[in-house]
């Protein structure tokens, strides 16, 4: 696959949490969708944001906006996950990328069930997608799992923005991209 990819569309959600129940991706909405185009040397071409209403649970925890650093506010004036999938297409139109990839498999199932919630989802999500988690663990030779904090700090790399925005976590998941680009 390698050869037919000069950039990727990185993708890292956030999505509603509490930590007062289990949660599951069947439970959780999208918030936020960060994107960074990159190339796999790990130069961002342009990033975004795109913040979402939530429907079932449109009031954010206080863990939730106290992790993510996102206000409530923000939120329930945000676009639907509709109108948000439309807004990110219509970013995407203009950048040229061959597939995209997320930290782990998380983000991909969060998207399936989005899709059959609200009948859609954004254009990359027909795309091939990447697991650069599972790449990084055949990098290392490990099984167990490898956050992207861990991951920037076994390379000396400082977190940068902050951490559990989709836009900054999308952009330093791009930075571990010329450590994974032989896989991809």
Same mark, same amino acid.
């Given at each position: ?5 000069? $950039?990727?569309?990185?993708?890292? %959600?956030? /999505? ?28 961002? %071409? ?6 979402? =209403? ?16 996102? !206000?409530?506010?923000?939120? %329930?004036?945000?676009?639907?996950? &509709? ?23 998380? !983000? ?7 899709? &059959?919630? $609200? ?7 027909? =795309?091939? $997608? ?7 663990? =055949? ?11 861990? /991951?920037? =700090?076994?390379?000396? %790399? ?5 951490? $559990?925005?989709?836009? !900054? !976590? ?15």
């Amino acid at each position: 696959m390698k050869a037919n990819i000069n $950039h990727l569309l990185v993708v890292d %959600l956030e /999505a509603t949490c509490w930590d007062d129940r289990p949660q599951s991706v069947e439970d959780m909405e999208v918030i936020e969708f960060g994107l960074a185009i990159a190339s796999l040397k790990g130069e961002v %071409l342009a990033s975004h944001s795109e913040l979402v =209403k939530p429907t079932v649970n449109p009031i954010l925890s206080s863990f939730c906006s106290q992790l993510t650093g996102i !206000d409530p506010k923000d939120v %329930l004036m945000a676009p639907s996950f &509709e109108e948000s999938t439309v807004l990110i297409n219509k970013w995407l139109e203009n950048y040229d990328y061959q597939a995209w990839a997320s930290w782990g498999k998380y !983000d991909y199932n969060q998207i399936q069930v989005e899709q &059959e919630r $609200h009948n859609c989802a954004p254009i990359f999500f027909d =795309k091939p $997608h990447i697991n650069l988690k599972a790449l990084w663990q =055949k990098k290392l030779g490990k099984k167990r799992r490898t956050g992207l904090g861990s /991951a920037l =700090k076994f390379l000396d %790399l400082e977190f940068e923005g902050q951490p $559990h925005r989709g836009e !900054d !976590d999308a952009c330093n998941i791009a930075r571990i991209l010329p450590q994974l680009e032989k896989w991809i």
